[in-house]
Nanobody
Framework: VQLQASGGGLVQAGDSLRLSCVASGRTFSTSAMGWFRQAPGKEREFVAGINASGGRTYYTDSVKGRFTISRDNAKNTVYLQMNILKPEDTAVYYC??????????????????WGQGTQVTVSS
């Protein structure tokens, strides 16, 4: 499985961005996916997760109401729509495939494949 994230950039506070993550392989449509982020000097943190069908989504509290995770299984792609961006959203964003043995969505150890990351910078 290979994951390719894109869509990051430099924006102003209040702007929007949509991240995309394209997955290779045949397991995408049966795999839950997630987005994490890592700011300089901080640990990688969970942002959002989505189950295989797209019917269930999960978010960290700081992005609820502003970010939306979605997926298109026909395109092997998971998205992260980010609205009302804040300077504290600045980070490298990673998409990841949740491992079949995982019991949660919130830990890095719940995921077995990771994309290369895309930089999101929000200026004030």
């Amino acid at each position: 499985v290979q994951l390719q994230a894109s869509g990051g950039g430099l924006v102003q506070a209040g702007d929007s961005l949509r991240l995309s993550c394209v997955a290779s392989g045949r397991t995408f449509s049966t795999s839950a996916m997630g987005w994490f982020r890592q700011a300089p000097g901080k640990e990688r943190e969970f942002v959002a997760g989505i189950n295989a069908s797209g019917g269930r989504t999960y978010y960290t509290d700081s992005v609820k109401g502003r970010f939306t995770i979605s997926r298109d299984n026909a395109k092997n792609t998971v998205y992260l729509q980010m609205n009302i961006l804040k300077p504290e959203d600045t980070a490298v964003y990673y998409c990841a495939k949740r491992a079949p043995y995982s019991s949660t969505y919130y830990l890095s150890s719940d995921y077995d494949y990771w994309g290369q990351g895309t930089q999101v910078t929000v200026s004030s």
